[in-house]
């Protein structure tokens, strides 16, 4: 299994410009969560999902949007970046019975200059 | 969300047991206890939860204190490759989200 696969790792984006980061799981797992972490900081959710179809927004949505049409995927969209955007962002997903863990990807490292 | 207290950052050496405490007098009863931990320049990765009893697995140990208010993550014998954050979080069953606070950086001396 790949697991929780992020697209791309490392990008530099112009202020204003949009771009969509790609979170896809091959796991089968219902719920899925996008978080960015800022230098020395901790992650703070930026949306969610419990299932395809349905998103809800986390502690920083502003700024972002977020599609779920299928169980796999989560995309990340980033409307106009502003240099405040630059950040790792991690996305994650875990099944949605019992109580497991999330399984995060590697990260996506973004500069908006 | 309940939220929980831990120390910014504790130092031990190798092959010494790690005792990493965490404070949640909040807590609910529906409230799991759950620990991951980031590697420098990785994603977090799941170390264990319980939700009252104590917990073992290839990881790592949790001690729950009787009224739920606090635990320890024990690491039996660190190694270097345990030096990372480590945080603790609370989350309910079918908990559609997590919610990090600041964690505790671990430094493992050789």
């Known amino acids: 299994n790949a697991g929780v696969t992020q697209t791309p790792k490392f990008q530099v984006l112009k202020t204003g410009q949009s771009m969509t980061l790609q979170c896809a799981q091959d796991?089968?797992?219902?719920?899925m969560s996008w978080y960015r972490q800022d230098p020395g900081m901790g992650l703070r959710l930026i949306h969610y999902?419990?299932?395809?179809?349905?998103?809800d927004q986390g502690e920083v949505p502003n700024g972002y949007n977020v599609s779920r049409s299928t169980t796999e995927d989560f995309p990340l969209r980033l409307l106009s970046a502003a240099p405040s955007q630059t950040s790792v962002y991690f996305c994650?997903?875990?099944?949605?019975?019992?109580?497991?863990?999330?399984?995060f990807g590697s990260g996506t490292r973004l500069t908006v200059v | 969300d309940a939220k929980t207290t831990q120390p910014n950052s504790m130092e031990s050496n190798e092959e010494e047991p790690v005792h990493l405490p965490c404070n949640h007098s909040t807590i609910s009863g529906t409230d799991y206890i759950h620990w991951y931990r980031q590697l420098p320049s990785q994603g977090p990765e799941y170390v264990i939860h319980g939700l009252t009893s104590n917990v073992n697995n290839r990881m790592a140990s949790l001690a729950i204190a009787e009224d739920r208010k606090s635990s320890t993550l024990i690491l039996h014998r660190a190694t270097l490759r345990d030096a990372a954050v480590y945080y603790c979080?609370?989350?309910?069953?079918?908990?559609?989200?997590?919610?990090f606070g600041q964690g505790t950086r671990l430094t493992i001396n050789p």
């Open positions: 979080i609370l989350s309910s069953q079918g908990a559609q989200k997590l919610v």
């Open positions: 796991m089968n797992h219902e719920y």
């Open positions: 994650a997903s875990r099944r949605d019975r019992g109580h497991y863990g999330y399984t």
């Open positions: 999902s419990v299932g395809a179809g349905i998103t």
